[in-house]
């Protein structure tokens, strides 16, 4: 094709304008809630009454969303189960939930709040969004009627989802998820018969949504990043810190890193369950973060962030660290090894006994080396190095592993005392079949 000169001109100008309507870097929000729970998730309430409680939350989310906006948010992202709680049954969470449209019906229930049914929470967020001029994330509940023509309709005659929603700076529905990896406790929901790939384009960057145990699995997380090329994964979840391998913000901080993008986590607060740990995490670490083990408090965070991180002169290089693995020696076999258990995986262990030292610990065809310096160590601690090479089974069923190429290197010491360093890889083609495609 061969264009005229005032045609070039022209194509040239409106690029321009373009790319100066689109942004760099926005300031994003996440916010930590103490959720108010209803006092008996046992007995099914009124509809009156489950509204009322998410009233409650919603009016402590409604000031969050404020205060982050006046901050210049652009976009804020809310707990999940953090409207209504989490301790339900599948009967007493139905008064909670909503018919939640495909986001393609174009709808913004703040100015047509009659059009889908009663959707009053749906009407209230978006209302929150639309005044504020602000993205709100929030994770509610998605109820679908289904029959007898579906063969897997369940009895009570409808789905019900966990479901995350953003509405836009104009109220409007733009993206609805429904977790796809429940985390074992989930009963009150089912599975979607597919992962969801929810993406959304705005001037400050293209998001992806995934919620809590769905972090751990192949889809859709990995997929939103590696084939959909997300800039933001937003993340709402209620995550029991479960030290020494999936603290909060030891975890999803890492997950940023390690997948280079930027990572907007909003955790539940409850000191009983130890959920804390939210945060704003950039590839090449945190923006900020939030870990209380003071308080029953939520907390807002509100950091700025490269819209596009993979066009940031900042972003990590990406390494390849085969030669290196595969160039290394193997330290001293140490045959004082012993076996211990984390999190129900049957590590192999060797202690740190000396200051310093070269150490290698083995399990199957998995071998660790580590080389270290203690600064110090205090009569009552104890260090190990240790190992595991297999299938997690409880409370989520997942193939562990760090692959062949796996490196973790600390030059300048730490400015904390450390509590652990792990290297965690999943080995996704080795995990069983999903529940869904499991059992059909
Ligand atoms: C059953 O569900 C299908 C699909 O959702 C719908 O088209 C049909 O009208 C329903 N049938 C009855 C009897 O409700
Ligand atoms: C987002 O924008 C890109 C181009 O910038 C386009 O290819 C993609 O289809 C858009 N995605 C959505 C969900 O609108
Ligand atoms: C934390 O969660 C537990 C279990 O759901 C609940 O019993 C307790 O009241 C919650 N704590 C607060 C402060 O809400
Ligand atoms: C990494 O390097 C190894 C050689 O050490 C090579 O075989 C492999 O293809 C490289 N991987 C990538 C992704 O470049
Ligand atoms: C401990 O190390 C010895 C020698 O390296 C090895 O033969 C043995 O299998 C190891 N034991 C465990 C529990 O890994
Ligand atoms: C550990 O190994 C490194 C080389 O990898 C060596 O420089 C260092 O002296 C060794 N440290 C100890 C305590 O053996």
């Known amino acids: 094709m061969v264009y005229s000169q005032p045609h070039v001109y022209a194509t040239i100008f409106a690029l321009s304008v373009l790319k100066a309507c689109a942004l760099d870097s926005y300031i994003a929000a996440v916010y930590e809630h103490s959720v108010i729970l209803s ?29 982050a906006a006046l901050q210049g948010a652009r976009i804020i992202v809310t707990p999940e ?55 709100v994330v929030a994770n509610i509940g998605d109820k679908k009627p289904c029959n007898s023509s579906d063969p897997k309709c369940p009895s ?13 700076s104009e109220g409007k529905l733009v993206a609805r998820y429904h977790k796809y ?17 929810v993406t959304f384009n705005t001037s400050f960057g293209k998001f992806g949504i995934f919620t809590c145990a769905d972090i751990l699995f192949h889809d859709p997380a990995v997929v939103l990043v590696s084939k959909l090329q997300v800039d933001t994964v937003l993340f709402p979840t209620a995550w029991v810190n479960t030290l020494p ?10 997950w940023a890193m390690g997948m280079g993008i930027n990572f907007l986590s909003a955790n539940t607060r409850n000191s009983s369950l130890d959920m804390t740990g939210s945060g704003i995490y950039a590839p090449n670490g945190p923006r900020a973060f939030h870990y209380n083990t003071e308080t029953e408090n939520g907390h807002l965070l509100v950091v700025e962030l490269s819209s596009h991180p993979r066009l940031s002169p900042t972003y990590p290089i990406a390494v390849n660290w085969s030669s290196y693995a595969t160039s290394i020696k193997r ?20 202690e740190l006994t000396k200051p310093e030292g070269n150490r290698t610990v083995c399990q199957k065809d998995l071998c660790c080396h580590l080389s270290y310096r203690m600064v110090e160590k205090q009569e ?21 592993q ?23 890889g999943r080995w996704y083609e080795k995990d069983p079949p999903h529940p869904q495609q499991a059992f059909p």
Not at 42 to 61: F, G, H, Q, R
Not at 90 to 106: A, G, H, S
Not at 181 to 197: A, G, R, S
């Open 81 to 135: 189960d953090g409207i209504y709680g989490w301790v339900f049954t599948r009967e007493t969470i139905y008064p909670y939930l909503e018919d939640i449209p495909d986001p393609q019906v174009n709808w913004i229930p703040c100015t047509d709040p009659d059009r889908f049914a009663p959707a009053p929470v749906q009407e209230r967020l978006s209302c929150m969004a639309r005044s504020n001029a602000i993205y």
């Open 39 to 67: 006092e008996d998730t046992k007995i099914p309430v009124s509809p009156e009454d489950a509204l009322m409680l998410m009233n409650k939350n919603m009016d402590v989310l409604k000031g969050a969303i404020k205060a």
């Open 156 to 168: 009570d005659g409808h789905y019900q989802y966990n479901t995350d929603v953003v509405f836009d």
């Open 245 to 254: 391998l999936l603290s909060a913000s030891q975890f999803h901080s890492a």
């Open 181 to 197: 990896n429940l985390f074992v406790t989930e009963t009150q929901f089912d599975y979607p018969k597919e992962p969801e790939f």
């Open 402 to 424: 760090v692959l062949s190429d796996g490196r973790l290197i600390n030059q300048n010491g730490t400015s904390k005392a450390v509590l652990s360093v792990t290297l965690f």
């Open 380 to 400: 009552d601690e104890v260090y190990v190095l240790g190992a595991f090479d297999g299938l997690h089974v409880v409370e989520g069923e997942y193939y562990l």
């Open 331 to 350: 330290f001293s076999p140490d045959d004082r090894n012993f076996s211990g258990v984390i999190y129900f995986d049957k590590f192999t262990f060797t």
